[in-house]
């Protein structure tokens, strides 16, 4: 049975370089990102939703998202995020949940799933387990300016209106301290995948 296995961090903190560092070696990695992306296509019920709780101009007139306009309303503050994963997250673990059965199918014995808002919310029942990507504030500050061309100060209030990286270690089955460099990171993440391979296979043995 394939094992799902999360792979969490706040914006700005390489867990994307860890979930393609994982995709290079032929693991299946779902990015639950791009599934948010999916679920709000024009004329979709979550779209609407959006355009009714955060403002029918999100909608442009070619019926397609205003990302930009919805990030900055959604994570001003932790009320209006959970406002945000309210609306998506029901579409967005359904779509993952196909994935997961589709990625059985390449017979791998784990697939990661890429997100940054897992813990603590619907999808993470369906996880074996959870891998949390930590970086300290100003790396993940200035990630953020540099990758989405946005203020110092929006990139703060993102990071505060997102799960505190105390919360997301507590719920942690495995951390990775992103502080250094790509190749420390990834170092790091084959770590943990070792753990992983060499936990499935004593469990396969006690099996037999």
């Not at 949940?97 to 993470?124: C, H, N, Q, S, W």
């Amino acid at each position: 049975m394939m094992k799902v296995i999360a792979v969490t961090g706040r914006s700005g903190s390489g867990k994307s370089t860890v979930s393609a560092y994982y995709a290079k070696l032929g693991y299946p990695v779902l990015d639950a990102d791009r599934t948010a992306r999916e679920v709000v296509q024009p004329g979709s019920p979550c779209l609407e939703e959006l355009g009714r709780a955060f403002g029918a101009d999100l909608i442009r007139p070619d019926g397609t998202l205003d990302r930009a306009l919805l990030a900055e309303r959604a994570f001003k503050t932790k009320e209006t995020a959970r406002m945000l994963t309210d609306i998506t997250h029901p579409a967005i673990v359904q779509s993952l949940l196909d994935g997961v059965k589709k990625a059985e199918e390449t017979g791998r014995p784990f697939v990661f799933v890429d997100g940054a808002v897992i813990v603590g919310e619907a999808f993470e029942p369906y996880c074996d387990a959870i891998v949390v990507v930590t970086a300290p504030e100003r790396l993940s500050v200035s990630r953020i300016m540099l990758r989405d061309g946005i203020s110092k100060t929006a990139a703060q209030e993102r990071l505060a209106a997102q799960t505190p990286e105390a919360v997301l270690c507590a719920a942690a089955d495995y951390i990775i301290r992103n502080t250094g460099s790509n190749e420390a990171l990834c170092a790091n993440a084959q770590t943990v995948l070792d753990t992983l391979l060499r936990k499935e296979t004593h469990e396969q043995e006690e099996k037999e």
